[in-house]
């Protein structure tokens, strides 16, 4: 049996005839692969109806003009040029009777162009039988190979470089079918890192000539998914969503072409809002987290994807690290402190995952608490305590409290020893976060996570401090059995995910967290995270059932803090007035007709009116129309909630250089 094939076989086009697909874009959003451009306004164009009743007119004066002047009805001048033009001799002739005939039928021609020049016959003709507009969103073919040093399959950037050699090798690759669009990126992504570091390229030159298409593979070997459920262009970055509906609330440039989301635009972050079963996952979570899935197999991107356990967001396959939480068969543990080893940031990060939810606990005091014992626990054990631990210093069990502190003693650590008694003295403070820690902490402390979070060096650590390398990772929750522990490790991981991507050494590859669900996630030290993300290239993807699902306090801060807001078909008249007053309004012109009943005074004309009302049952009006420009919201609450179709989505965007695209009505069924 021959190898099995490193990567999906191919479904679409070649690679050289996807290289050669031109890529045009009208804003941000736009599926720029075979791009048609369209105006900017609707042409106007002239009703078929009056077409067919011009050519008709101009068809009866051709013939009416013609029978006029073969009759002789407008005399003789008409025959004077065939006249000049021939011998004298030729008339009644045979030859001068063919002549004649050859000049009138000039003549009909020449009178039938003329005619219907006036009459719009080819604008008719083309209307009625010429061939049918392009479907809108259809994408425009492969253009013709361009010149060698500018086809992207001939590599010119290595020629251009002196890489002749190395060049010729990839661009055999290509004419053979053994290289697809992850290793085209990826080794373009490799050839970058060269160019900025000259001292890598003599392992690059070596890699190429070595392995070909493989060259520069992504550390797990893999050169594609098992599986694609989306339509990807990795020149572009792009994962298109759907198309852009062709109705009147969408500008007209950007109606019935695609709607595609990059890292340009998710650097900003998005949040979704739609009821269960609006297609949040299958149509926006799905497809951006295999992009970037995708990206990460070229070398451009890390993706954390946070979802309950059995959401499909693909095989486990398709993934470097899967944490199963709560699965004893998963083969990777959480780290819950992050991957830090600096105490105080550790308890900052746990506090808010832990209480950053709870109105009546404050998160500073709260990351103080737990400082008070991490540190202490530290110094004497050299790592951070487990989830049991933990929880007996939380809860101030005397036996974990006097070891503790017999250790500290034995080890001479005399501030980390003030630390654990002030604690002390603390947790018998009325309002002390303790308690509370303790009541959080319990949640992880059953037996179906026993074994996870384990600080021993005893399972395979993921960590969110691996954001420079380019991994793909999905968590999986136990949201059927454990969901208060689900939403508070959710929002452990968004407060890890958004402390990990600032500090970041590398800044040239886009990280970006995906919550398949952001319920009770999000906090007030959560959100200005993510409005922090866009600065260091990364970004974050949060879905929400509605917007109740997080405290009001947050509504605008949190809409406020994302670049791109996306709501579903049917979500509810609260919900959707708080995208209207994000997307605000805009001025538009508006027409009114006021219909206003004419009195004649001469009693002809009275008589004319009386038999018109009588015979139509309509008295006589008028027409008055009055154009002004008035300011309206894009959407309004009532048209988010109640004129949506099924399947669709309005969506607006921001890029991270601030170029805006207004809310479109997408469908994501396209």
Excluded at 497 to 515: E, K, M, P
Excluded at 589 to 607: G, I, M, N
Excluded at 618 to 635: I, L, M, N, P, S
Aim: with cysteine; proline share 7%; charged share 20%.
């Amino acid at each position: 049996m021959p190898p099995a094939p490193g990567y999906a076989p191919a479904t679409g086009p070649t690679l050289r005839d996807w290289l050669h697909t031109p890529r045009r874009t009208d804003g941000p959003g736009t599926w720029t692969y075979g791009h048609r451009p369209r105006p900017a306004v609707a042409p106007e164009l002239t009703p078929v109806r009056q077409l067919a009743v011009g050519a008709v007119i101009s068809l009866a004066a051709t013939l009416l003009l013609w029978s006029l002047v073969s009759n002789g009805y407008l005399g003789s001048f008409w025959i004077w040029p065939l006249l000049v033009l021939t011998p004298d001799s030729w008339p009644g002739t045979v030859t001068g009777n063919n002549a004649l005939h050859i000049y009138n039928i000039f003549l009909l021609l020449l009178m039938a162009a003329v005619f219907g020049r006036l009459g719009r016959w080819p604008e008719l003709l083309r209307r009625v039988f010429g061939r049918r507009p392009a479907p809108r969103g259809e994408e425009a073919p492969a253009e013709a190979a361009p010149p060698p040093e500018q086809d992207l399959a001939e590599w010119p950037e290595l020629r251009a470089a002196g890489q002749g050699e190395i060049a010729g090798r990839l661009a055999a690759e290509v004419r053979e079918g053994r290289m697809n669009d992850v290793d085209f990126t990826r080794i373009r992504r490799a050839w970058s890192s060269v160019r900025v570091d000259p001292g890598r390229l003599g392992a690059f030159a070596e890699a190429v000539r070595r392995d070909g298409a493989a060259a520069c593979v992504h550390p797990s070997g893999g050169r594609d998914l098992p599986v694609r459920a989306a339509r990807h262009d990795l020149l572009a970055r792009q994962v298109r969503l759907g198309t852009v509906q062709d109705g009147e609330r969408n500008p007209y440039a950007r109606r019935g072409t695609g709607l595609a989301l990059d890292p340009g635009l998710l650097g900003t972050s998005l949040l979704a809002v739609g009821p269960p079963g609006a297609g949040k996952t299958h149509a926006l979570v799905r497809p951006v987290v295999e992009s970037l899935a995708l990206q990460a197999l070229a070398g451009q991107a890390a993706v954390v994807a946070v979802c309950a356990a059995g959401t499909q967001l693909g095989p486990d396959a398709a993934y470097d690290v899967v944490v199963k939480l709560g699965d004893p068969r998963s083969d990777y543990d959480l780290d819950l402190y992050g991957g830090t080893a600096d105490p105080d940031e550790a308890a900052a990060l746990l506090a808010e995952g832990l209480v950053g939810d709870l109105a009546d606990t404050d998160s500073r005091r709260a990351a103080t608490a737990l400082a008070q014992l991490l540190g202490p626990f530290l110094a004497a054990y050299g790592r951070l305590p487990g989830v049991p631990e933990l929880r007996e210093l939380l809860d101030g069990t005397p036996e974990a409290v006097r070891a503790l502190g017999a250790a500290l003693d034995a080890g001479g650590h005399r501030a980390m020893r003030r630390e654990l008694d002030a604690r002390e003295r603390q947790s018998a403070a009325p309002g002390d976060p303790g308690r509370a820690l303790a009541d959080r902490v319990a949640l992880l402390d059953r037996p179906a996570f026993s074994g996870f979070f384990d600080t021993t060096g005893g399972t395979r650590l993921f960590s969110l401090r691996t954001l420079e390398h380019p991994l793909r990772v999905r968590i999986d929750l136990p949201e059927r059995g454990h969901g208060e522990a689900s939403r508070m490790l959710a929002r452990l991981v968004l407060a890890q995910f958004t402390a990990n991507a600032a500090v970041r050494t590398d800044h040239s590859l886009f990280a970006c967290l995906v919550l398949d669900d952001a319920t009770r996630t999000l906090t007030s030290e959560t959100v200005r995270g993510v409005q922090r993300l866009r600065s260091v290239n990364a970004g974050a993807v949060l879905t929400l059932r509605t917007l109740d699902d997080v405290p009001e306090a947050l509504h605008t801060a949190l809409l406020g803090a994302v670049g791109c807001r996306m709501a579903f078909a049917g979500i509810t008249t609260w919900d959707g007035k708080r995208f209207a007053e994000a997307w605000g309004t805009e001025w538009v012109e508006t027409k009114v007709v006021t219909q206003r009943t004419v009195f004649a005074d001469q009693p002809l004309t009275r008589a004319i009116h009386s038999f018109r009302k009588l015979v139509t049952g309509k008295a006589v009006t008028t027409d008055a129309v009055t154009v002004r420009q008035v300011e309206r919201e894009r959407w309004s609450a009532s048209d988010l909630a109640h004129t949506v179709p099924a399947g669709h989505a309005v969506l607006s965007l921001r890029t991270v250089g601030g170029d805006p695209a207004p809310p479109l009505l997408v469908d994501l069924r396209g």
